[in-house]
């Protein structure tokens, strides 16, 4: 039986990508634990608009110099 091996890499972004919602609910409720809700919200607040600001450099497409197509 060959179909396993094509499952291997959804199951490894499926266990970094939980592992992710475990690690990121544990560091909210210690983060809101310590410095209460509102501070909180404002760390989750600041990360999501971090993590897209880097995303939207890292996904663009390079553009030349002069170049007026877009």
Do not use: C
Not at 25 to 52: K, N, P, S, Y
């Amino acid at each position: 039986m060959v179909g396993h091996r094509a499952n291997q890499p959804s199951i490894a972004y499926r266990l970094w990508r939980d592992l992710g919602y475990a690690v990121g609910a544990l560091l909210v409720g210690i983060t809101a634990d310590l410095f209460g809700l509102a501070a909180t919200m404002g760390l989750v607040a600041g990360r999501a608009f971090a993590f897209g600001v880097i995303a939207a450099m890292w996904m663009s497409e390079p553009r030349l110099l002069g170049s007026t197509a877009k």
